[in-house]
């Protein structure tokens, strides 16, 4: 399994213990485009379990490429508002469990 860390316009892939480089990667080698400076929030939607990142009112699912995690080019960037409800801007998301009825689900939440 491999984790992604995210910082600023830059991401690390980590597997267990060890990262698989010393420098974080720009986003723009997970095929984001080059005006994405930061990313707000990242996480795993329970009801498709794939990976999908935030950034001011657009977001991207990654996939997974051979040995790497990109975004999936044909049919991303969308825009957030295809989410009713999820404040704009988004500081953070998380995936959780809603009990033994529902499928998993996220929440994106505001600082506000």
Do not use: Q
């Not at 295809?82 to 953070?92: N, Y």
């Not at 009990?99 to 994106?108: K, N």
């Amino acid at each position: 399994m491999v984790f992604v860390a995210l910082t600023g316009a830059h991401f690390w892939e980590l597997t267990g213990n060890e990262r698989y480089a010393v420098a974080g990667r720009p986003l723009t080698d997970a095929g984001l485009p080059s005006d994405v400076e930061h990313l707000d929030a990242a996480f795993v939607w329970g009801h498709n379990r794939r990976a999908y990142v935030i950034s001011d009112t657009m977001y991207w699912k990654l996939v997974a490429d051979p040995g790497r995690t990109v975004v999936e080019s044909h049919t991303y960037p969308r825009d957030m508002s295809m989410w009713a409800g999820v404040p704009i801007p988004v500081d953070g998301a998380l995936t959780y469990t809603n009990g033994p009825l529902y499928h998993d689900s996220f929440l994106c939440f505001t600082a506000e």
